[in-house]
């Protein structure tokens, strides 16, 4: 961690192994995973495919890989997979499906994240030879840019409906599934029943270092194995990881819910000062959006002053600023991140009118 941060709300991602979890990890039972010899890996992705109702799991080494793998799976060249606007694999997986398969995506404009049965069918290409194929959805719980928004169990059940009657698989990236079961105490199978792959991240709130597993069928996750191998995902001995993904579920997954609170004492801090408008009002898991257009700071400017004064946040858009909570946070940390959010708008305030002179730096 860098040191000059006092309180790292950057994201999930940012969690370190905690010590339990590190001596848990050095007793892991080892093996060839490539063999399928890994009785810790074989433990974890039994695990979680019973957890999502799926007759079998595979341990991959990112999330990323899990998209791109279940794309493959379930798209030929040309074919189009179908998503919302803010969607990861379309912004944050360096070109995502296109590069590795040749896999067209089609953006829906759903509402902060998430998108309705009628716009899917609105999208879905007619059978003609001069259309790609739709082929396969996506959606993603919680919605990151739609703010830690959680579908609602009955949108997936309708999207997913409608999509398997026009012949089309369905997926679910599942980054932070389990904040979404945490927060909606609707059960991971349940969320996960209407899908024909769903993965989870262990590496972001969970506090795993590494790692993810995608669950399916056991025909899908033979496939799947396929390209674990081909874009060298598949490790030796890998159970010493998978170790930290075991305690995680066993450990972490409850505890999310004080993520949550803190992430709710945030957006309630964040709404009382001056210029800062949370996007969206409501908090339902553990990220928090903020537009501080109104304030005399740009996004770039705030997160830098935040910065000096030991608070991380990321910049999300030219004035939209993002805070995730996490397992290393704790309920003083939020206070200690308000009262420097405060002190930063307080001093910004004196300077106002000459957003110019905080730009000096560059001029000078
Ligand atoms: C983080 C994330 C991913 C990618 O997971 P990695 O483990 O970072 O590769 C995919 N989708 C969503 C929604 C994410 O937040």
């Known amino acids: 961690m860098d040191p000059s941060i006092t309180v790292d709300l950057y994201s999930d991602t940012i969690t370190q192994p905690t010590t339990a979890m590190r001596q848990y990890m050095c007793y892991a039972e080892v093996g060839d995973e490539q063999l399928g010899e890994d009785p810790s890996v074989n433990r974890l992705q039994a695990m979680v495919a019973d957890m999502l109702g799926k007759e079998a799991g595979l341990y991959l080494p990112s999330g990323t890989m899990c998209n791109q793998i279940a794309y493959a799976v379930h798209c030929q060249p040309g074919d189009e997979v179908i998503m919302d606007r803010t969607a990861h694999p379309l912004h944050f997986e ?4 296109t590069p590795l398969k040749g896999i067209l995506v089609r953006a829906l404009a759903g509402d902060r994240g998430v998108f309705t049965a009628d716009q899917l069918t609105e999208a879905l ?5 001069y259309q790609p194929r739709s082929k396969a959805i996506s959606i993603e719980q919680t919605s990151n840019l739609g703010g830690g928004r959680c579908w609602p169990l009955a949108s997936i ?3 997913c409906e409608r999509a398997h009657s026009a012949g089309l698989a369905t997926h679910m990236d599942g980054a932070r599934l389990l904040n979404a079961v945490v927060a909606t105490g609707v059960a991971a199978s349940d969320y996960a029943s209407s899908f024909d792959s769903v993965w989870l991240d262990l590496s972001k709130g969970l506090g795993a270092p590494v790692g993810a597993v995608l669950a399916g069928s056991r025909s899908f996750i033979q496939e799947a194995w396929r390209y674990k191998q081909l874009l060298g995902g598949a490790m030796r001995q890998s159970g010493i990881m998978a170790a930290a993904g075991i305690y995680a579920l066993e450990h972490h997954v ?3 819910a004080e993520d949550h609170t803190h992430a709710q004492l945030l957006a309630q801090g964040l709404a009382g000062l001056p ?5 969206p009002q409501d908090v339902e898991t553990n990220i928090v959006l903020f537009d501080v257009a109104e304030t005399a700071l740009s996004g770039q400017q705030f997160v830098e002053h935040l910065k000096q004064q030991g608070v991380r946040f990321s910049l999300m858009g030219p004035s939209l600023v993002r805070a995730v909570t ?7 940390d939020i206070e200690y991140a308000l009262q420097a959010v405060e002190a930063v708008l307080d001093s910004s305030q004196k300077n ?3 957003k110019e002179i905080l730009y000096s730096g560059f001029s000078s």
């Open 254 to 256: 409850e505890r999310l």
């Open 275 to 279: 210029g800062i408008a949370l996007r």
């Open 125 to 129: 290409r007619p059978h003609s030879r």
């Open 326 to 332: 996490h397992l290393q946070i704790a309920r003083d």
């Open 352 to 354: 106002k009118g000459s």
């Open 157 to 159: 059940r309708e999207v």
């Open 94 to 97: 360096g070109g995502g499906p």
